[in-house]
């Protein structure tokens, strides 16, 4: 358990340092990669969004064991971008750099299911992984 909470810490600590910025570089990031943001809406959807999910890592922070089926969720936000990222660089429409940052969320993936795998047998022994007494009387 200690384990999930740590990595989950750190991946929200990680995004809420690299995200926010992102709402004051629209234009930047039109002039540094053209052509320029078409369509903010999606641009800051994206941003939105993706702050929202790091709100939820710390969230699955404080309490791994509870909070244990939103791992896979996260699991699968991290591989959104880690798998479209190199298609989309294969493809000639992304710069390299959209590579590097696929890469580090398939990293933060693989944490991510490392940790859901880890927390299986706390889960099973009760809410934070303490064993729970079975009744007799019954």
């Not at 999930?4 to 340092?17: D, H, M, P, R, T």
């Not at 590579?99 to 022994?125: N, P, Q, Y």
């Amino acid at each position: 358990m200690r384990f999930a909470k740590w990595v989950f810490l750190a991946s929200g600590i990680y995004g809420l340092l690299l995200i926010p910025p992102h709402y004051f570089l629209e234009a930047r990031i039109g002039r540094d990669y053209p052509p320029p943001i078409t369509h903010p809406e999606y641009f800051y959807g994206f941003v939105g969004v993706t702050l929202a999910w790091q709100v939820l890592f710390f969230v699955i922070a404080s309490n791994p064991v509870r909070l244990r089926p939103a791992m896979l969720s996260a699991v699968l936000e991290k591989a959104a971008f880690a798998v479209a990222a190199p298609a989309l660089y294969l493809a000639g429409r992304v710069h390299v750099a959209n590579v590097v940052f696929g890469v580090i969320d398939a990293v933060w993936g693989v944490l991510f299911l490392v940790s859901w795998l880890k927390t299986r047998d706390a889960e099973r022994g009760g809410w934070a992984g303490e064993q729970v007494p079975r009744r007799t009387d019954c």
